[in-house]
């Protein structure tokens, strides 16, 4: 069935750095959607993308849609204590279920 | 707006005893999904109605798990009977439509089974 990667795992920064991680795929998505877990709740949707090159912004959150359609980079600029959680990625083929990654948490020390 | 609301937020059960887990979706959503998240196996759907009809129950471990949506307003999960390897947290989610759209989170339910 079809699989997600993202990368890193998990990721240590201090605060004000900027973050990177991706999402990455064998399968080519229509929509990637990223979202973020805090601890005890749910995902909280923070970025849908529905075409391949698309770049999104939500505050300080930038989502981009990779050109091979297999691909899905997240950066959060000038990070805070209150983004630490585990993001996750999810990619939908068309007629099919969005498939979850495994997340990337994130840690940003004071 | 209300989001999706889910009941109990915890369940502490022993082996053996039946457990319902209840989602409410966001009004005027149509599609309503299952899922399990364990630190092993990371998010896992279950199962997923639209319109209240089961449309895909493929990811529903075995038959002591059991969903139901007799209206839009109202989902459960039915565990009978239940088992250690159950303890997860469930989440339930709703879309807009069947599927192919963002889906909404609720704040899932911590079951543990000893």
């Known amino acids: 069935g079809q699989q997600l990667n993202q990368s890193p795992q998990s990721m240590f920064i201090q605060e004000g750095e900027d973050v990177s991680m991706n999402c990455t795929s064998s399968?080519?998505?229509?929509?990637w959607l990223w979202y973020k877990q805090d601890p005890g709740e749910g995902p909280v949707l923070l970025i849908a993308?529905?075409?391949?090159?698309e770049l999104t912004s939500n505050g300080r959150l930038t989502a981009q849609f990779g050109i091979t359609r297999k691909d899905s980079f997240l950066n959060i600029s000038a990070s805070i204590p209150s983004d630490v959680g585990i993001y996750f990625c999810?990619?939908?083929?068309?007629?099919?279920?969005?498939?979850f990654g495994p997340g990337t948490r994130l840690s940003v020390l004071p | 707006d209300a989001g999706v609301i889910q009941s109990p937020r915890h369940e502490v059960t022993e082996m053996g005893q039946e457990v319902t887990l209840r989602c409410k979706p966001i009004?005027?959503?149509?599609?309503l999904f299952w899922y399990r998240q364990t630190m092993m196996r990371g998010l896992e759907l279950l199962i997923y109605?639209?319109?209240?009809?089961?449309?895909?129950d493929s990811g529903m471990p075995e038959d002591r798990f059991s969903a139901k949506m007799p209206n839009a307003s109202f989902s459960t999960l039915k565990i009978q009977p239940s088992e250690p390897r159950d303890s997860a947290v469930y989440f339930c989610?709703?879309?807009?439509?069947?599927?192919?759209?963002?889906?909404?989170f609720g704040p899932g339910t911590r079951l543990t089974v000893l």
């Open positions: 399968s080519i998505f229509n929509t």
């Open positions: 993308l529905y075409k391949a090159g």
């Open positions: 999810a990619g939908q083929s068309y007629g099919q279920n969005f498939v």
């Open positions: 009004s005027g959503h149509n599609s």
């Open positions: 989610a709703s879309s807009p439509s069947r599927g192919y759209n963002e889906q909404f």
């Open positions: 109605f639209n319109n209240n009809v089961p449309i895909d």
